[in-house]
């Protein structure tokens, strides 16, 4: 019986666009809460649920060709980033904007939320087949996408954009969100963001500079699965990589990544007094009746706001008291085996683990 294929669940291409030229790429990770520089090429490499016919398919007729387009776009923008006209004149060929638009389907199509579907409904290992009926039906569910123009955005050069686990923002299975009117984004690099634009006709472009507001700018791509889970990891430029991180984990401190991170640590941590043990408890179980108050959606918003307040000062106080006491950050070695370890391996790469492992080995 062959071997399963390995595939980069986002395209190889795609990710070297915001490496360095030693084809490094800075990865922020909300589990660890702490970030590192990784080899682009060998991130999110992984065994391939897809069928060897989509995995061909979709390498010839919509890969290549993506390829080839999103390096022409780059070109066309110039080394400033700011030669709109012919950027615009280059994507009014549908030859140009077709493959990257279907490259957003691809990514859609093929996205984690397949694999992470599967354990939702109960499933212990994954299934081939089902996944490779669900990635069809995900990809003939982004027909739409064609259907309206698009915007591409070029952001300013110290307001770069992040990459996601999940790199295709759709508005469908999100819901409409006041400061995104489009169908779908995506982005391309660094400082190129697509935009599925339904008030433009289809194949019209519109290149604008710096529309998307600036706390969007990490919100939506962490966005991840909606109702399933959030991006536990986001690549950006090595040189951004410090502001990125403060960024990043600012915004999810106290939610639910932070959580479980802390309880895993807590669970692998055995050098802590029974006093502190007690205290870490006793916020474990006030998190568990916030997160159930929460979902019951009665309550008032300011009374949400101070449950939200609760949630992020009893996180980081645990956060404090482990750091503290020099806990290990990486406790994944309790989901890579057992019935989540299939999941575990496609959300959280072995790389990151070892790049943050080695980096705190060295500073301690």
Known sequence: MPRPRRQHYISKF??????????????????????????ADKLHLLRSLSSPEQEDTWGNDIENPAKLALDGLMDSLGPQMTDYEAARDFLSEPENLTPLIDLARLHHARSLA???????DSRKTPNSAEAEAMIQERWDSTRDYHDCGAVLTVLPSDLPITLGAVPVFDTKIWGPRESVAARFMMPLAPR???????WLPPTQVEIEPERIEHDVLQTLPMAGIFGLF?????????????PTTRA???????????????????????????????????????YADNQLALKTRALRES?????????IKDACKIQADLDALDASVC??????????????????????????????????
């Not at 190129?192 to 339904?198: E, Q």
């Not at 007094?273 to 006793?282: C, I, L, V």
Request: aromatic residues 6%; proline residues 3%; negative net charge.
């Open 114 to 120: 397949v694999l992470a579907q599967q354990f939702a």
């Open 303 to 311: 009374v949400q706001n101070r449950v939200h307040d609760t949630m």
């Open 14 to 39: 795609l990710i070297k666009r915001w490496a360095d030229e030693n084809g490094d790429v800075g990865v922020v990770c909300t589990y660890h809460r702490d970030s590192a520089i990784v080899p």
């Open 230 to 242: 959030a991006s536990q990891w986001m690549i950006c430029e090595p040189p951004a990589l410090e």
């Open 248 to 286: 990043v984990l600012e915004l999810c401190e106290g939610r639910g990544t932070h959580w479980r991170a802390l309880q895993d640590r807590i669970a692998t941590f055995d050098n802590a007094t029974h006093e502190q043990q007690a205290n870490w408890h006793q916020r474990l179980d006030a």
């Open 192 to 198: 190129v963001v697509i935009n599925g634009a339904m």
């Open 331 to 364: 406790a994944c070695h309790l989901h890579r085996h057992g019935e989540s370890s299939a999941l575990w391996r496609r959300f959280m790469p072995q790389i990151i683990c070892d790049a943050i492992r080695d980096k705190h080995r060295d500073e301690a």
